[in-house]
């Protein structure tokens, strides 16, 4: 079997967060076996690997070039972080728009000072008002188009709640994923938009960067420990 092949099998179940036991039952065979096929040490069959693509819902194409699906999965995951802070968080009243923006890139980027990646994987962008995930509005605007939150006018904000049917399923967030979303909604839950926003500013990835331009998640590294998602240790 081509190793592009074999990779892209490897890189597919990494992206989706799958077990090497779950795709030997898909194949109807043993892990060692399984193990075998991703050494390169056993051939997959024609008929195996049709069955991984109907199980996976994928194309052929998708196994040659993940790329695709790993910018998928990271767009879901970005969605279910987002989802879960509205959801856990700010139920009741809902959350200004920019300051939910600004709660899902320190979340990101805490992520990264801590493991040196970040939870999402998503682009962020140095905007006027603070570092914004690049797909943070046309996100927005898709879920309530469809009904999956609500938006509402609040003075000079727009308010982020969740629709009354609300989804809690969350399978790419880990238990420490939601820790760390929790710790940090926590902290920032009561304060002010303009205190989260004077914060991001304040940090090295917004004030190295120009407006417009993608935010490299590695300038979060230059933080301090105790400024890296509040301004006092916490």
Not at 6 to 14: S, T, Y
Not at 61 to 81: A, G, T, V, Y
Not at 196 to 215: A, L, Y
Request: aromatic share 12%; with cysteine.
């Amino acid at each position: 079997m081509n190793q592009q092949i074999i990779n892209g099998i490897k890189e597919i179940r990494a992206i989706k967060g799958l077990t090497q036991n779950y795709m030997a039952s898909i194949l109807g065979v043993n892990r060692a076996t399984y193990i075998n096929i991703e050494a390169g040490k056993r051939d997959l069959t024609v008929n195996e690997l049709n069955k991984i693509c109907e199980s996976l819902n994928i194309g052929f194409s998708d196994i040659i070039d993940p790329s695709f699906l790993k910018r998928n999965n990271s767009e879901e995951k970005f969605k279910q972080m987002y989802l879960y802070v509205i959801n856990n968080f700010f139920n009741d009243h809902g959350v200004p728009k920019t300051k939910l923006a600004k709660i899902l890139y320190l979340i990101d980027f805490t992520n990264f000072y801590e493991k040196l990646e970040s939870m999402s994987n998503i682009k962020y962008i140095r905007r006027e008002y603070g570092p914004v995930a690049e797909t943070f509005f046309s996100l927005t605007d898709k879920m309530y188009m469809d009904g999956i939150i609500n938006i509402e006018p609040l003075e000079y904000a727009q308010m982020i709640k969740p629709a009354p049917t609300k989804d809690e399923s969350y399978p790419l967030l880990s238990e420490e994923d939601k820790e760390l979303i929790g710790k940090i909604c926590t902290y920032w839950k009561d304060k002010r938009t303009q205190e989260i926003v004077n914060f991001t500013h304040s940090q090295k990835p917004w004030k190295e960067c120009r407006d417009g331009e993608e935010i490299p998640y590695s300038l979060i590294i230059q933080e301090e420990p105790d400024h890296v998602y509040a301004p006092i240790a916490v």
